[in-house]
C-alpha cells in the first residue's frame, strides 16, 4: 500500500483545513486508518483512527471536539477535518495504514506498517 497525503498548508489560528492521503492497494478497504503528527525533535504522535468500516473512530484528546476523521473506500482515501485550529496543531501530519487489526481504530503507531509522506500544517497565530 502506498498512501500519500496532502491539503497542509499556512492557516490563521481558528481557521479549518481538511487533510487528505490517497492509498492504492487492493486490500485498502479491510484497513485501519490513521493520522499522526510529528514535530521536529519529538516523537511521532497520534491524532485520529478509523477502523475499515468507518464505524469506529478514535481521537487523542488534544483534538476532540475539533478534528474529524473520514474514509471513502470507493476512493481508497481517508480525511481528516480539522476545525478551530490552534498554532499547537503545527506539525507534519502523516496518513498510516494498520493491516493486521483493521476492525478496530488503533492508536498506537507501532501498529501501522504503511505510511505515506507527510504534509506540513502551519497554524499562525
Known amino acids: 500500500v502506498q498512501l500519500q497525503a496532502s491539503g497542509g498548508g499556512l492557516v490563521q489560528a481558528g481557521d479549518s483545513l481538511r487533510l487528505s492521503c490517497a492509498a492504492s492497494g487492493r486490500a485498502f478497504s479491510s484497513y485501519g486508518l490513521g493520522w499522526f503528527r510529528q514535530v521536529l525533535g519529538k516523537e511521532r504522535e497520534f491524532v485520529a483512527a478509523?477502523?475499515?468500516?468507518?464505524?469506529?473512530?478514535n481521537y487523542a484528546d488534544s483534538v476532540k471536539g475539533r478534528f474529524a476523521i473520514s474514509r471513502d473506500n470507493a476512493k481508497n482515501s481517508v480525511y481528516l477535518q480539522m476545525n478551530s485550529l490552534k498554532p499547537e496543531d503545527t506539525a507534519v501530519y502523516y496518513c498510516a495504514a494498520d493491516s493486521a487489526s483493521g476492525w478496530v481504530a488503533v492508536s498506537d503507531v507501532g501498529l501501522y506498517d504503511y505510511w505515506g509522506r507527510g504534509t506540513q500544517v502551519t497554524v499562525s497565530s
Open positions: 478509523i477502523n475499515w468500516s468507518g464505524g469506529a473512530r
